[in-house]
């Protein structure tokens, strides 16, 4: 999708690409990041454990419930490194804001990189209530940022999702890099449309007025509101439902250009996806082919039917 001038610059905690920099000494090294996802990005590797002070091997540390608050505590020592950790969180991730970054994977029940459901420790039984201190800090500054977890990129619409947003978030970056014009943003805009239809047609039909009020809007609002809409609707997941509507979509600009056996075939492999009898990639894989051969322009410009590069195989297993 013309990404590549650029390197994609991604924000991960380093013990997910091999680094030993775990409390044991170890790793947790996630292959799908490494050798695979890793062939298309740039990481930018952050342990706040490590990078706080901590030596490795080190104690573990813990979020802990108290009367005045979560705390992380280090439960054998009684080493408290809340105060600590809360103001290196704040200016490290200040400090990513010079990175570029385009979406960045956390470490799950980390208590300082979990994005959700970490351990909270209190007098009974933990509760799966907690937030990693640094991930707080993270999601707060860039809200817009794709951010996930590597274990719940082991689910495959998961995963599609995150990595279709971080080209999306990229491309979105370059469009407002620099002195964008209106017609640049209607064009983006006009890119996206079937992408933004498969995730949240709501979403589409809210950024559509502000698009048309653009030559009036205060500039840096407009870029902050269309930011925030377009990056929440590609967040929510392009169910079945929706893609087949896609599909359906698209099926129309070939109304007068299939035969009757063709358009037939096409229909049965998009209702053969709706069943789940197929992956998204194989109704896109033809449709893709026709665009080429009857070189629909409008089509061929749509992010939706290329989002990520074809090569990752994201779309063969939704």
Known sequence: MGDSERPIRIGVSSCLLGRKVRFDGGHKRDDFLVDTFGNWVEWVPVCPEVEVGMGTPRESIRLVSTPGGVRVLAPTSGTDWT??????????????AAEDL????????????????????????????????????????????????????GDPRLRENFVERVFAYHRLRRLFAGRWTVGEVVAFHTAHKLQLMAHAPAAYAALGPLVAGAKTAPRDEFRRRYEAGFMAGLKAIATAKRNTNVLHHI????????????????????DDYRTGLVPLVVPVTLIRHYV???????????????????ELMLRNHV
């Open 83 to 96: 105060g600590a950790m809360t103001a290196f969180a704040a200016a490290r991730v200040a400090a990513l």
């Open 251 to 270: 099926l129309g600009y070939f109304k007068t250009r299939l035969d009757a056996g063709s358009r037939a075939e096409l229909l049965g492999l998009i």
């Open 102 to 153: 385009c979406g960045y994977v956390l470490k799950k029940d980390s208590p300082t990189c979990g994005m959700e459901r970490v351990k909270v420790y209190g007098a009974g039984a933990p509760a799966r209530s907690g937030r990693g201190v640094f991930a707080a800090a993270l999601l707060a500054r860039y809200p817009n940022l794709p951010v996930e977890e590597e274990g719940r990129l």
């Open 292 to 310: 080429r051969l009857f070189d629909v322009a409008y089509l061929a410009g749509q992010t939706y039917l290329e989002p990520h590069p074809k």
